[in-house]
């Protein structure tokens, strides 16, 4: 025991391994148990590590025998229709998603697989690998909401909790005020703060599937997946095709004057003074480093994790301000934290 927790050495753990019988062989190996050793001065590892790779294990072997059921051409790859119908009859057996309504199923549906195809699917191709499924950490979100007891914050924080997708489909709504069902360029310029600038809104519009110049739910979602998590290659990805006006793949002066422009004509509307474009350029630019100086490229925004600050710098009055302010911000939280200790 180290603490409360139980250790187990190599021989042992064989010991262990054939008494469990044939079945668990696979688990009672020198590759698991080394990849298993950590720090252990005796040479163990911890026996709840194991049990939860083994656990681990057989939930990913039984989950990729559960989606395989949905590949329907047999290649190893789910269209958009079969996710639909693994997420619609895993509805069930998620307790934290017994309050949905039967009405709402379709939309939550629509909700959650859009997360999945618009990370997984960057090409658009309409199928994802059911490897690349297993791969990443989504399906260990929407299957947390078996646990009963998940606390509120998980459940705020989780994409595919009840919570979440009443949250946008929600906004959705509400932004939708003729409700048609559908988001014109007016009603989804109040997304958000109301600040993000009509130019980059054309854009959205110009690049992204709308239907009479109208947007609908499943596009929307994008947008959403998009701004909420701009860090991700796959955001900065779709962020970075409105931006590139000029299609050539990569960002210059001129795109980047663009878009700042109508940040600059947003803050004389709003009474501020407009900052320079030579020193907000000059700043992207530094921030980025990219290789060729004259140009940035998708992946030297990628690579220089600012893709989330240059994107809201052009895009976003308020986030524009909060970039600009961002001394006087923090300095006020500090200030306001010292107020806090001192009561």
């Known amino acids: 025991m180290i603490g409360e927790e ?3 050495n190599y021989e042992n753990f064989l010991k262990v391994g054939e008494k469990a019988g044939p079945k668990c062989k696979q688990f009672f190996t020198a590759k698991v148990f080394a990849k298993l050793l950590h720090t252990d001065s005796y040479g163990r590892i911890s026996i709840m590590q194991f049990f939860n790779y083994v656990m681990r294990k057989v939930w990913l072997h039984q989950t990729r025998i559960g989606l395989s059921l949905y590949d329907v051409a047999g290649q190893g790859y789910l269209r958009e229709s079969d996710l639909e119908n693994y997420i619609l009859e895993l ?3 998620l307790p934290q998603l017994d309050g949905l309504e039967k009405s709402f199923y379709s939309f939550y549906v629509c909700t959650a697989v859009r997360k999945f195809f618009f990370f997984l699917d960057p090409l658009r191709t309409g199928k994802i690998k059911i490897q690349d499924i297993l791969a990443c950490s989504f399906l260990d979100d929407l299957l947390e909401l078996r646990d009963e007891e998940l606390s509120k914050e998980s459940q705020e924080t989780n994409w595919f909790s009840a919570p ?3 949250r946008v489909y929600g906004q959705y709504l509400n932004l939708d005020k003729d409700h048609n069902g559908m988001l014109s360029k007016e009603e989804l310029s109040r997304y958000g703060t109301a600040t993000m600038t009509n130019v980059f809104l ?3 519009f110009q690049e992204c599937l709308t239907y009479d110049g109208e947007m609908d739910y499943k596009t929307y979602l994008d947008f959403v997946l998009a701004l909420e998590n701009r860090k991700e290659p796959a955001a900065l990805q779709y962020i970075f095709k409105l931006l590139d006006i000029e299609n050539k793949g990569y960002l210059n ?3 980047l004057n663009y878009f700042f422009r109508a940040i600059q004509e947003l803050m004389k509307i709003h009474g ?4 320079s474009f030579q020193d907000v350029k000059d700043e992207i630019f530094d921030m980025v480093k990219p290789k060729d100086p004259l140009k940035i490229s998708l992946q030297d925004l990628i690579n220089s994790n600012q893709g989330d600050t ?7 009055l ?3 301000w909060t970039y600009e302010n961002r001394e006087a911000l923090v300095a006020n939280d500090n200030e306001n934290s010292t107020d806090l200790d001192d009561t």
Do not use: C, E, K, Y
């Open 318 to 320: 308020n986030g524009f």
């Open 202 to 204: 054309d854009r959205v």
């Open 6 to 8: 139980a250790m187990i």
């Open 272 to 275: 501020q003074d407009p900052v």
């Open 164 to 166: 979440s997708a009443l």
């Open 253 to 255: 002066v001129f795109s």
């Open 310 to 316: 240059v994107t809201t710098i052009l895009i976003d």
């Open 91 to 93: 509805i069930p057996t």
